[in-house]
């Protein structure tokens, strides 16, 4: 595909100013959205700092389209109130939020050329003729567009229509940016690059506040500040995003974020040492890993990522487990094994393999360090 | 395509052929024969003539065809205002409701058009409703038979529009009568012209209710062609057919270019 990077920030200096003094947080004051008896958004509670991308994840059916559409103004809360700055949204139509939203399927006007499409929004808010041509041609080179203002949508690639709406999106300035699966109707090559660009051009934004919410926890980890987890229409866990992948606070999370592995242990001593590391007890092997308060006797588990998990032991893996190995995936570059340990099957990602690897149902070792592993309470609800 | 094979697709198309050239060509090939024949005694007319067009045109023939043309414009104009209308507010109520009166609107097309034309004629013969023996009762008649096919076109065509087009307009700050104009009008303007064509075409055939309630001096295609072939001049009513028919096929294939044209921009 021949289409040109989101240009630098040379073309948006002015603007991106302008945006930066627009920023503005999000708050979701305990939010609650039903559909008759239905209740699809429990109580929710969620700030969205200026200038921060949230990237909301989960399950399909979650909530998450409903949170983003709340904020929108297209889904009525049962209770609750949703704030934008220091704006109290709740009763206010989608008109007059002053926000920006891009959709799955982009939902660019089809009836309208892409320069029509950009200036949309300040024509609507009637806007004089000579902002909107500068603006539609800042928010086009932004995405860089340039050339394509003439266009119908239908004479775009996916990836050039999902620009043109992002760019429709930004011509009005918006205070906040909403992102509803913008990529996943894109093939992965250039959702990988798109990721990339929409990382630069909050770069270039930084003031621009963005709730994105997809599936997929590649984009979440890429592009997020903070991540929110769904499931079931509430917030599973919230917090910075290498912290919730390094530390998942359940196991829902470690599973959804990664792919993690969780061995169910029980702790043999509480936190120790300076790095506050607790053993547990799988089997007959000792454990060590971060601890998160628990007390000698507790049960509960033990979270190793698949890349993490090597095939030799050294001064610094000095966790140890025995597996039985059951299946192998070469993919090129990265090998997958699957192993049985205890009843537990373990996922192993390694980029290097031993020159000899043993046959398929016999006995291996797997060695981890205890500062990339951490205990995590099982969840509450089923 | 479903079936694949070659002796499949052949008579596929043998069958296709057959019952279109027995429903739809031989009707109208016996009216073009019948509006150029001499004489029709045997199992082929005994001559060729223009006489019968000739007749009608200097007969009552364009006064038909301007009478038929303005009642289907006006009637098809009015009830695309109001299908549309109405369909975009029966969007926004709830289902049932919805349901209901979508269901309302399709009554007088149940009813036989006579019953129609009668109903009108009776309910309206009283001030301050008195509107009988006025075109506008004509217009009326028109109005009720084909609005529910308005109606029904444009809600498919709104229940098609994806709802996203709306609401990314409302959220870039276009208020509702702004995104009406320049988002849902626009997308849905297909439906608009294909259910304005339906109508018009529907109105130029009306006879039923019509033949109830027409003025004189207010008479269409189909009722100067049914008091002719009335009165035993079926050659003329033949002719006078034949003009009915180009005069809706050149409106329907105007509509049809200008529908192309706006879908392809
Ligand atoms: N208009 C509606 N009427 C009734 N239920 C609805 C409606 N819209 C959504 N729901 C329900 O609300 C729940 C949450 O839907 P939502 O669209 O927010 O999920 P999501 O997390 O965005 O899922 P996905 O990843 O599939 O987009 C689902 O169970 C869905 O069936
Ligand atoms: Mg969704």
Redesign the pocket.
């Known amino acids: 595909m021949s289409v040109p990077a989101f240009t630098g920030s040379n073309v948006m200096d002015v603007d991106a100013a302008k945006i930066r003094g627009a920023g503005s947080n999000v708050h979701f004051d305990k939010v609650s ?1 039903a ?2 008896a ?1 209740v ?2 429990h109580p929710l509670t969620l700030d969205i700092a200026p200038g921060e991308i949230l990237a909301m994840i ?12 709340a904020v929108a103004g297209f889904v009525r809360p049962a209770s609750g109130r949703i704030r934008i700055g220091a704006t109290d949204v709740t009763d206010l139509p989608p008109y007059e939020r002053g926000l920006g939203m891009v959709v799955q399927n982009y939902a660019l006007f089809p009836h309208m050329r892409v320069e029509d499409n950009v200036a949309f929004g300040l024509r609507a808010q009637g806007a004089d003729k000579a902002l909107i041509g500068e603006r539609v041609k800042d928010s086009l080179a932004t995405v860089g567009m340039s050339g394509f203002a003439k266009r119908y949508p239908r004479e775009l690639s996916g990836g050039q229509q999902q620009r043109v709406a992002i760019a429709r999106a930004l011509a009005v300035r918006p205070r906040v940016l909403l992102l ?2 913008p990529l996943s109707a894109l093939d992965a090559q250039i959702r990988r690059n798109m990721v990339e660009e929409i990382a630069k051009l909050h770069r270039d934004l930084p003031g621009l506040t963005i709730l994105y ?1 997809t ?1 997929d926890q590649t984009e979440a980890l890429t592009l997020a500040d903070k991540i929110a987890i ?1 499931r079931d ?1 509430r917030v599973s866990s919230h917090g910075p995003t290498a912290e919730l992948y390094r530390r998942p606070p359940n196991r829902f999370t470690a599973e959804f974020l990664g792919r993690a592995n969780l061995l169910p242990v029980t702790v043999a001593e509480g936190a120790a040492g300076p790095k506050g590391l607790a053993k547990a007890r799988l089997g007959d092997a000792v454990l060590a890993g971060a601890a998160r308060g628990e007390k000698p006797g507790d049960k509960t588990l033990l979270c190793i990522r698949p890349q993490h998990l090597s095939l030799t032991g050294d001064e610094e893996h000095t966790n140890r487990i025995v597996g039985t190995l059951k299946e192998v995936h070469w993919q090129g570059e990265l090998t997958h094994l699957v192993l049985d340990v205890d009843g537990t099957p373990v996922r192993v990602s390694a980029t290097r393999l031993p020159v000899s690897l043993p046959e398929r149902g016999s006995a291996m070792p797997l060695f981890f360090a205890p500062g990339d592993t951490s205990l995590v309470p099982e969840d509450v609800r089923g | 395509m479903l079936v694949w094979s070659r002796p499949g697709r052949i008579l596929i198309w043998a069958v296709f052929a057959l019952l279109f050239g027995v429903l739809f060509l031989a009707p109208l090939a016996v009216i073009l024969l019948s509006s150029l024949a001499d004489q029709w005694n045997g199992v082929l007319p005994s001559g060729l003539t223009t006489e019968h067009y000739s007749d009608v045109v200097q007969g009552a023939a364009w006064k038909a065809v301007k009478a038929s043309l303005v009642t289907g414009f006006l009637a098809s104009a009015l009830a695309l205002v109001s299908g549309t209308w109405a369909a975009l507010a029966l969007r926004i109520q709830d289902a049932t409701l919805a349901r209901v009166l979508g269901v309302l609107f399709f009554i007088p097309s149940a009813v036989p058009s006579v019953s129609v034309g009668l109903g009108l004629l009776v309910a309206f013969s009283h001030p301050p409703l008195l509107l009988n023996g006025t075109i506008a009762i004509v217009m009326v008649a028109h109005f009720v038979l084909i609005s529910a096919f308005t109606f029904g076109n444009v809600s498919a065509g709104l229940a098609r529009l994806s709802p996203d087009f709306e609401q990314v307009a409302s959220s870039l700050g276009a208020r509702p009568a702004y995104r009406l104009w320049h988002v849902t009008l626009p997308l849905l303007t297909p439906y608009l012209v294909a259910a304005f064509g339906l109508s018009f075409a529907l109105s130029m055939g009306e006879l039923g209710a019509t033949v109830m309630v027409y003025p004189p001096g207010w008479v269409t295609l189909p009722v100067s062609i049914f008091s002719l072939t009335d009165r035993g001049d079926v050659f003329a009513g033949a002719a006078l057919t034949m003009v009915l028919v180009a005069v809706t096929l050149i409106l329907l294939l105007g509509l049809e270019r200008v529908a192309g044209r706006q879908t392809r921009s």
Do not use: F, I, Q, W
């Not at chain 1, 989960?58 to 559409?69: C, F, I, M, V, Y």
């Open positions: 959205v559909y008759g239905h699809v958004l989960g399950p399909s059916g979650s909530g998450k389209t409903t949170a983003l559409r509803d699966e919410v599936h769904m229409g």
